[in-house]
């Protein structure tokens, strides 16, 4: 395999090759008062418990809601539904309900008063496990305590934002590796 030859690059856009997981929505409720935002700087901390780091700009009216509900719901959305998750990202609850403006269901969850968005592929319910780092860093550190998962498609095609208005879409996925692993690594 041939070396790559590598240019001088800024650091500020290293993002654009780490951020890793899907793009989300993250659903909220508090006080009667509903809300989603878009969300891709997000991360798996640990699995047992099921633990997701996520970042909410102090800005967002999602930071309030989550913070003093101590619970939300993180949407697994699908390529369909790429220009909703961009006009999601680009409003904010302070001013709008934006399940009725983007056409879309709220159904009730099993652990928390947050909705579930029901056109999302997942939904994974979450409750607040640490807030130590929310006031340095807007960093949430999530418990998923219930997850619902479409039975179909296997491979969703998600979308992953890539920084500068791109995102990659979820595409050929491979088992060809699998016997590399050592079995705990799986
Ligand atoms: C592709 C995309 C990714 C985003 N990622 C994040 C994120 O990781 N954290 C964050 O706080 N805001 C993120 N945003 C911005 C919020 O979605 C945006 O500020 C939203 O309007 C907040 O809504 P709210 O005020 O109703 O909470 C993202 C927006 C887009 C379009």
Same mark, same amino acid.
């Given at each position: 395999m041939k070396p790559y030859d590598k240019r001088d690059f800024p650091v500020a856009n290293v993002r654009r090759f780490l951020e890793p997981g899907p793009i989300v929505l993250l659903s909220s409720a508090w006080k009667g008062e509903r809300n989603i935002m878009t969300m891709g700087w997000h991360m798996i901390m640990e699995f047992q418990p099921s633990l997701v780091g996520c970042y909410i700009w102090t800005e967002n009216h999602s930071f309030g809601m989550v913070r003093k509900s101590k619970e939300c719901v993180i949407n697994i959305p699908t390529a369909d539904l790429a220009a909703k998750?961009?006009?999601?990202?680009? =409003? @904010? /609850?302070? $001013?709008? $309900? &934006? !399940? %009725?403006? !983007? /056409? #879309? =269901?709220?159904? *009730? /969850?099993? &652990?928390?008063?947050? *909705? #579930?968005? %029901?056109? +999302?592929? %997942? @939904? !994974?319910? +979450?409750?607040l496990a640490d807030s130590s780092l929310i006031g340095k860093y807007s960093l949430f550190v999530l418990e998923v305590v219930k997850a619902h998962v479409a039975a179909s498609p296997e491979y969703p095609r998600t979308l992953h934002y890539r920084g500068d208005g791109e995102f990659m879409i979820s595409g050929t996925n491979t088992r060809r590796y699998r016997k590399l692993f050592k079995p705990h690594m799986l």
């Open positions: 998750v961009v006009r999601i990202g680009n =409003t @904010s /609850g302070r $001013d709008v $309900d &934006k !399940f %009725a403006e !983007f /056409g #879309l =269901t709220a159904q *009730p /969850g099993a &652990k928390v008063a947050a *909705p #579930l968005i %029901a056109e +999302c592929y %997942a @939904s !994974f319910e +979450c409750r």
